[in-house]
């Protein structure tokens, strides 16, 4: 370092942007979950080298897939509910009208 007060500062800075980008990623990256299973199914996925944590994460994206698809469908089908019986020429114009007074 040299004599010059300020000469750490940047690579202080730099250090703790990269610290906090490490540290969020390794905490982002995976958490621990711990399950029970019957044992004969643990042994059984051991002997066929079934791999545990790959398995539950592809069926977990799976059905979080499948459960925002139907909450998606459930928000699309409600909005079309109440929007029956409107006029698509209001409708349009009070979309063009919202978007004036933006």
Not at 8 to 17: A, E, Q, W
Request: glycine residues 6%; positive net charge.
């Amino acid at each position: 370092m040299s004599g010059h007060p300020r000469s750490g500062r940047p690579l202080r800075k730099l250090y703790f942007v990269v610290f906090a980008f490490i540290q969020k990623k390794c905490m982002t990256l995976s958490a621990i979950v711990s399950i029970r299973i019957k044992k004969e199914l643990k042994e059984g996925a051991r002997r066929l080298g079934i791999d545990l944590r790959k398995l539950l994460e592809e069926s977990l994206a799976k059905e979080m897939e499948r459960k925002e698809k139907e909450a998606f469908e459930r928000a699309v089908g409600g909005a079309l509910e109440a929007m029956k019986g409107v006029d698509p020429e209001e409708f349009a114009e009070a979309i063009k009208e919202w978007r004036r007074k933006r």
